[in-house]
């Protein structure tokens, strides 16, 4: 038996950090939403007791240390499995790039092998474990667009953006969550107006949608990597609707409604950097 989930990308349309919490995470408010840029997961059914993960990526490890294997492997204890699972990544992706690649893999698994070893656990049960591997894996189990609070487990569907090009790019370094939480001065840092994000994707308002694109963690990775400002500015002088770091970076993403205009920041963007991509919104849920 085999069965076959896609894992798109995130990027976050704006993301607050309130302050840091006792257990060292921060609270943060994320407006996040799923673009068409995927990696592909193939589960199949193993009799054994094993689990066994493998992609064609250098940079993504093949053993326990994967985001995926331990979806697989948090389900499988926590239910009493007795099958095992084969798990093929085909990585699409940028790794360690903001855009919760490793992430969205594990939330994959989670509804694979919820499918795969018939458990029949809703989806907000998933999103439940998700949060036991990482903060952006319950968002990435509903997928589609949403308001994310608490450490980034909380989530409240809103509606998709209307539909427009996403350009990416990755300049050629990784950046640690974990290293941009730790610089972070969150009395200094900018701060976006969640609110007012919000309501613009409950009103379909693209221009409100591009004015309010924010991101707390980016002055911290421009800080550290001055590749992040120059393909911002490039971005911005190839005629983007809005732009910004996703996540914790480096990724930088463009807004663009014109086909011709998304084509230009691509082509631009192509000769600088070696990881760029111009896909669409996704934005609403998908159906398996
Ligand atoms: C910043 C965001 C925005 O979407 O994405 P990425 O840049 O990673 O894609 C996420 O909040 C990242 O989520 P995720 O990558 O799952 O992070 P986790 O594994 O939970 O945490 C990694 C580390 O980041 C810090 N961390 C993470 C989330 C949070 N709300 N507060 C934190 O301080 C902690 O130091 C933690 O040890
Ligand atoms: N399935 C996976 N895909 C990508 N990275 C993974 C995966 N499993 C574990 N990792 C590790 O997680 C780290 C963060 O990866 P990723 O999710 O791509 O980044 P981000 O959190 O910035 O969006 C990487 O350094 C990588 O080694």
Same mark, same amino acid.
């Not at 995926?68 to 699972?85: M, P, T």
């Not at 919104?281 to 159906?287: A, V």
């Given at each position: ?16 950090? /309130? ?40 940079? %993504? ?12 492997? /948090? ?5 009493? %499995? ?40 809703? /989806? ?14 319950? #968002? ?79 002055? %911290? ?6 590749? %992040? ?42 000769? #600088? ?16």
């Amino acid at each position: 038996m085999q069965i076959l989930e896609k894992a798109p990308a995130k990027i976050n349309l704006s993301l607050d950090v /309130l302050h840091k919490r006792p257990d060292g995470f921060h609270e943060v408010e994320m407006v996040m939403t799923t673009v068409d840029l995927a990696d592909r997961v193939e589960l199949t059914l193993l009799q054994g007791d094993k689990i066994t993960v493998e992609s064609e990526s250098r940079f %993504v490890p093949n053993d326990e240390r994967n985001l995926a294997y331990r979806a697989a492997k /948090l389900i499988k204890d926590r239910f009493g %499995v007795k099958q095992g699972v084969k798990i093929f990544i085909e990585k699409n992706i940028p790794v360690a790039a903001g855009l919760a690649g490793g992430s969205s893999d594990a939330a994959a698994v989670l509804r694979g092998v919820n499918r795969m070893w018939e458990l029949n656990l809703s /989806l907000d049960e998933l999103a439940e474990l998700g949060a036991e591997i990482g903060s952006d894996v319950s #968002f990435c189990v509903f997928g589609g667009t949403a308001l994310a609070t608490g450490r980034g487990e909380k989530i409240q569907a809103i509606p998709a953006p209307p539909p427009c090009w996403v350009v990416l790019s990755k300049p050629t370094i990784g950046v640690s969550t974990q290293s941009v939480y730790q610089r972070l001065d969150v009395e200094d840092a900018e701060h976006p107006d969640t609110k007012a994000m919000v309501e613009a994707l409950k009103e379909g308002d693209y221009e409100g949608i591009c004015a309010n694109v924010g991101n707390t963690l980016e002055g %911290v990775t421009l800080a550290m990597h001055e590749e %992040v400002g120059q393909i911002k500015e490039q971005m911005k002088q190839a005629g983007a609707d809005a732009v910004l770091m996703s996540g914790s970076g480096p990724t930088v993403f463009s807004l663009v409604e014109q086909d011709a205009r998304a084509q230009r920041i691509y082509n631009s963007l192509k000769g #600088f950097c070696t990881e760029v991509y111009m896909v669409r919104m996704l934005g609403y849920k998908e159906t398996p």
